[in-house]
């Protein structure tokens, strides 16, 4: 069953305490729904409107950061070090990003020519028994990064890399600050970020050379966190010269090593006031109608079970209060029922997606999965199809989700930032050199509906139209 299979642990873990005992729970990211382990109550965490900062205490005591300089020092042939040593503990931020990256790329595909006297219709393209294709390809796909939100410096490393990914952060907090430890400030702001980074990334799609035309590489959706990380600086004299050396507060390994001319000034350009940062909150995650605990599987909407009250976690005003599911003339296949977002364009605006989308799409929605698929492209290919099913299935509202309804995990205003890259991914295919417009849609109304599809061999096949298929793979 898809259902009751659990991910595996991964990613993200932040410590908050629960509102009912006080106990210390642990979530990872994107899961914000849960039980407390200790008194069992419903929760849920909330996040902030800006971005949040965390913090990375260290693995490494101050007697183990001798430890492991002194062995840094042998093993390179330098004196231990002596005891007067002063090593200072610091936290040095980093924004943490992650988005979705689209690229295009133009290229021109040599392909031997097969001797048979069948392609003698295609001598034109033809050099040295060779075919040259033009291939424009276009792609969806995740990307993450880190990059120094303090003064750049040469001691410390521009980035932690993916390790935000696996290592426990808990909120930056005056009372999670370890003894010592000092925090380097935050000079660069998170439009300062966004901006840095749509740079980056566009100069990273120049070094791919188009072979015609012009490559692409845009990003979309960045999502920003703050994670402060902990060093240990030690400047030692070793035969005459300064060394100023960088030990990682977690794995305890010799960052960097750099020999100074002189004590670097310590004078960072500091905001005046310093930059705020959101942070999580924990609330009851309980019907505010009748006070019954809600479902804790994570998902954007629930209804009550005692008093079948709808409870959205993201607000929307396009939003619509009523439920929808596909109306199925036959039942008894294993169905699975999948959650959609349709937003309902303006009149005319239908034609314009029937362009792009092709004959088969009649319709003014445009629908988006509301389930959580980490493969963009697969995504596109869905939405193509599920749009262009929408308009020939039948509905009934609904005022309750059965046990073989999937959970909404893609709220509502991430469904409409995906609906326009969506937009664009197509024109892209259909035109190079189309640009991207963020005001393109303008939906009317966007509605929940579930359809329900059904197993067949590596899909799902949707069980209305038999028509709308999707790898299991996306979901599993
Ligand atoms: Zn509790
Ligand atoms: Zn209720």
């Known amino acids: 069953m898809l259902t009751a299979k659990p991910k595996p642990k991964r990613g993200f873990f932040i410590g908050v305490t629960c509102p009912g ?23 849920r965490i909330t996040k902030p409107d800006i ?14 950061v001798r430890f492991h300089l002194d062995r840094y020092l042998k093993e390179n042939s330098f004196p231990l070090s002596g005891s007067g040593l002063e090593i200072r503990p610091v936290y040095y931020p980093y924004w943490k990003v992650s988005a979705m990256v689209l690229k295009l790329r133009n290229r021109i595909e040599e392909r031997e020519l097969i001797p048979d006297e069948t392609y003698d219709s295609y001598n034109t393209d033809m050099n040295n028994s060779k075919i040259r294709q033009r291939k424009t390809e276009i792609a969806l796909t995740p990307f993450m990064t880190t990059f120094a939100a303090g003064q750049p410096r040469d001691d410390i490393p521009y980035s932690i890399g993916m390790r935000t990914e696996y290592i426990k952060m808990i909120p930056f907090a005056q009372e999670n600050i370890e003894e010592n430890f000092e925090c380097l400030p935050v000079i660069k702001s998170w439009d300062d ?25 845009e990003l979309f959706n960045p999502n920003g966190s703050l994670v402060y990380f902990p060093y240990y600086m030690a400047d030692i004299s070793i035969g005459g010269k300064l060394h ?5 507060g977690i794995t305890g390994r010799v960052a960097i090593d750099n020999i100074l001319t002189e004590i670097p000034e310590e004078s960072p350009i500091v905001p005046k006031t310093p930059f705020e940062f959101g942070k999580l909150g924990v609330e009851l995650h309980r019907c ?18 005692n008093c079948r009250q709808l409870t959205l976690l993201e607000k929307h005003t396009l939003l619509q209060k009523s439920i929808l599911s596909a109306n199925m003339t036959d039942s008894g296949k294993s169905e699975q029922y999948f959650p959609f977002w349709a937003l309902k364009l303006p009149q005319g605006s239908g034609r314009k997606l029937q362009i792009l989308f092709g004959g088969i799409y009649q319709s003014d929605y445009l629908v988006i999965p509301a389930f959580r698929v980490a493969n963009f492209e697969a995504l596109h290919r869905l939405t193509k199809r599920i749009s262009a099913g929408f308009a020939k299935m039948k509905f ?5 989700f059965g046990a073989n309804f999937m959970s909404v995990t893609l709220g509502p205003n991430e469904a409409l930032a995906l609906a326009q890259v969506v937009i664009y991914r197509e024109k892209l295919s259909k035109n190079t050199n189309a640009t991207y417009q963020k005001n393109e849609l303008s939906p009317m109304e966007l509605s929940l509906f579930f359809a329900p599809f059904h197993p067949d061999n590596y899909f799902y096949v949707d069980s209305v139209l038999n028509a709308v298929t999707f790898e299991k793979t996306l979901v599993d």
């Open 51 to 64: 971005p949040p900062a965390y913090l990375i205490q260290s693995k490494v005591s101050g007697a183990e």
């Open 193 to 217: 970020m966004q901006s840095n980074l749509t740079r980056n990334v566009d100069t990273v799609g120049k070094i791919t050379q188009a072979d015609f035309g012009k490559n692409k590489t």
């Open 21 to 43: 005992c006080g106990g210390t729970l642990e979530l990872a990211e994107n899961f914000f729904v849960l039980t407390c382990r200790y008194c069992g109550s419903a929760l």
């Open 288 to 305: 505010t109608n009748c006070g019954f605990d809600l479902p804790t599987k994570q998902s954007y909407i629930y209804i009550c079970h």
């Open 396 to 400: 009934s509202e609904i005022d309750e």
């Open 244 to 248: 100023r050396i960088i030990i990682d």
